[in-house]
């Protein structure tokens, strides 16, 4: 498992606070801070419109028995959920591109007591959370899907597409 931290609409404050939580957390971090490139764009509005993209060289479906255990560890991205990043066309596509060999793990940002979650983090996002070491690591470490508002009380569940299979 790689923990990565997705860099879109985020303070310089709150990525510095958030990697002290990861590693407070005991977590690993890499930087997940990438440009979307135009094949990765048109990908993944292939994705939203529901529409099957053609595999290609990363289809690991192909790979021999022994080389699929280097994939087998899913990378876990985490964004900070702040208030500009809810309307923000490129957090929107780096969710999604990130959900695509990942998951997404929100958190909100320490001290807000209400707050909006991006579309796409709402439609294919693992786990939303609260500024919190122990909820933190229960979504990452543990994987327990929990969806939460900032005060810590539960949310409902968004109903996450699958595709099928």
Not at 7 to 36: F, H, M, N, Q, Y
Not at 141 to 153: A, H, I, L, M
Request: glycine content about 6%.
């Amino acid at each position: 498992m790689r923990v990565r931290v997705l860099r879109t609409s985020t303070t310089p404050a709150d990525e510095k606070a958030l990697l002290k939580l990861l590693s407070e957390a005991g977590l690993p971090i890499e930087d997940a801070k990438e440009k979307v490139s135009e094949e990765e764009e048109s990908f993944l509005d292939d994705l939203a419109a529901d529409q099957e993209p053609v595999p290609d060289e990363d289809d690991h479906s192909l790979l021999e028995e022994d080389e699929k255990e280097l994939y087998a560890a899913e990378d876990i991205y985490v964004l900070v959920v702040t208030p500009e990043c809810v309307d923000d066309d490129e957090t929107d596509l780096v969710i999604r591109r990130a959900a695509t060999t990942g998951q997404v793990v929100g958190i909100w940002p320490a001290g807000i007591t209400q707050g909006r979650v991006p579309a796409a983090l709402d439609r294919l996002g693992g786990s939303l959370v609260p500024w919190d070491v122990e909820l933190l690591r229960d979504a990452i470490v543990r994987g327990v899907t929990t969806w939460r508002e900032p005060s810590g009380d539960y949310r409902v569940e968004p109903k996450t597409k699958r595709n099928k299979c």
